[in-house]
């Protein structure tokens, strides 16, 4: 066989560390970290074109902001619902909310604090780029801003992700219908209400005296908010610690449902 030249072999390794780089690059959301996560919306045409498909989200379906937490997030001029909150709102009107004989606890009209949050996008009436604080330079507004929502037309990314959307199956986008949330809450876990005390309800655990069990559950001033279970940092897409979709504990063997209920 005949011998590499010194040539040779450095193209050999500079090859096998390109490959490796773009392996690594293409790995989605590690567990730890927001980066490369669903929740990274600077990465999702990268993780569009690692599964063969096109890259039509940031700038084309959104404003790229070139930054991670800058679509939820800002330093300055923040809003209280969550942490340095950097995003606009929905209506509060309009929510259907869970509806049962049972409930012990009163469940409020709309959602409010961090479920309304997350329903800044997931509820599909705000745009994902919908923020209060841009960044102040780096980004160009192609004036096309699609919301997370069912619709099968106009400016929703249900337009490509629900099976009868104007451009189903284009590069096999995936069904994402479940993930849009609307505004309908009332086929979901009840949120925004205060967790029950004994006298109210015997049948549930008595939160520590911070509103955080020790596996992460938390309450949000008393009550239970959609990042009660999700932590919406904290990616585990392989379901190795069976926490997918960004739980914060195992749904296994119930773990999560237990920390709260007794059943
Ligand atoms: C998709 C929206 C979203 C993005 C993107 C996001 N966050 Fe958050 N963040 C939230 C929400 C919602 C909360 C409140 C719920 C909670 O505490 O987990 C929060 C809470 C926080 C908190 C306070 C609570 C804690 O966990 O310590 C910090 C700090 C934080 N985020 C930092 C960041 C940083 C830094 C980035 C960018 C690398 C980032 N976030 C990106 C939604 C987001
Ligand atoms: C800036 C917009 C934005 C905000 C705010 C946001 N999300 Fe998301 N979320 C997304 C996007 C985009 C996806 C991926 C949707 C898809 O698969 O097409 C997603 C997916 C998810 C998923 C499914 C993940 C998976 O593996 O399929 C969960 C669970 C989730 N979000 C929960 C939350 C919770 C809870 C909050 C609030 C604490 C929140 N999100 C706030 C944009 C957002
Ligand atoms: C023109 C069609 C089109 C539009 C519009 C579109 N997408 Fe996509 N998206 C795709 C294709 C194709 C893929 C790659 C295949 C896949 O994983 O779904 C993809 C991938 C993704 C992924 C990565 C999925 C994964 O498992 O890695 C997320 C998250 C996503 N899109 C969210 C969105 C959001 C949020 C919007 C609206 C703001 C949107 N998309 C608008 C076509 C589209
Ligand atoms: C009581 C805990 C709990 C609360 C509160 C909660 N979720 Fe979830 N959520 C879950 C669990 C568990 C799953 C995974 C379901 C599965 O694996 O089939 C999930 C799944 C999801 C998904 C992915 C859909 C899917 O089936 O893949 C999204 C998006 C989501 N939740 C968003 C939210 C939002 C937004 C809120 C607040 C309005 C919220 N969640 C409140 C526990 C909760
Ligand atoms: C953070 C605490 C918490 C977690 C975790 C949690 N729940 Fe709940 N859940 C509640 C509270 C509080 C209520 C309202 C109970 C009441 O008022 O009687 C509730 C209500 C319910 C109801 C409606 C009860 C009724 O009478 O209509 C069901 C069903 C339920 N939860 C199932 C689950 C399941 C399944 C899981 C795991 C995926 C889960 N919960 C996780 C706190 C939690």
């Known amino acids: 066989m005949k011998h590499l030249t010194f040539i040779e072999n450095l193209i050999f390794y500079i090859l096998l560390l390109l490959v490796l780089f773009l392996i690594?690059?293409?790995?989605?959301?590690?567990?730890?970290?927001?980066?490369?996560?669903?929740?990274?919306?600077t990465y999702l045409n990268e993780r569009a074109i690692a599964k063969g498909g096109v890259g039509a989200m940031e700038g084309i379906s959104y404003i790229d902001y070139g930054e991670v937490c800058v679509y939820c997030h800002t330093p300055?001029?923040?809003?209280?619902?969550?942490?340095?909150?950097?995003?606009?709102?929905?209506?509060?009107?309009?929510?259907?909310?869970?509806?049962s004989s049972t409930v012990d606890t009163n469940i409020p009209s709309s959602p409010d604090g961090v479920s309304l949050a997350c329903l800044s996008c997931h509820d599909g009436t705000v745009a994902v780029d919908s923020v209060l604080n841009p960044p102040n330079t780096g980004w160009i507004d192609t004036g096309v801003h699609y919301r997370?929502?069912?619709?099968?037309?106009?400016?929703?990314?249900?337009?490509?992700?629900?099976?009868?959307?104007?451009?189903?199956?284009?590069?096999?986008?995936?069904?994402?219908?479940?993930?849009?949330?609307?505004?309908?809450?009332?086929?979901?876990?009840?949120?925004?209400?205060?967790?029950?005390?004994?006298?109210?309800?015997?049948?549930?655990?008595?939160?520590?005296?911070?509103?955080?069990?020790?596996?992460?559950?938390?309450?949000?001033?008393?009550?239970?908010?959609?990042?009660?279970?999700?932590?919406p940092h904290n990616p585990d897409e392989q379901n190795l610690e069976g926490r997918a979709p960004f739980l914060r504990t195992s749904k296994n063997y119930s773990n999560l449902c237990m920390t709260c209920h007794i059943k």
């Open 148 to 231: 997370m929502s069912p619709e099968t037309s106009g400016q929703s990314c249900g337009k490509c992700h629900t099976p009868q959307g104007e451009l189903a199956g284009l590069y096999g986008a995936h069904d994402a219908t479940v993930k849009y949330i609307t505004k309908n809450l009332a086929d979901d876990h009840p949120v925004s209400m205060n967790y029950p005390t004994v006298l109210q309800d015997p049948k549930f655990n008595t939160p520590p005296g911070t509103g955080v069990f020790v596996n992460g559950i938390r309450l949000f001033d008393g009550k239970v908010q959609c990042a009660s279970c999700h932590d």
């Open 24 to 41: 690594l690059r293409a790995i989605p959301g590690e567990s730890g970290t927001i980066f490369r996560s669903k929740h990274d919306l």
């Open 76 to 99: 300055h001029g923040a809003i209280s619902v969550a942490p340095l909150w950097n995003r606009v709102l929905p209506s509060t009107s309009g929510y259907s909310m869970y509806k």
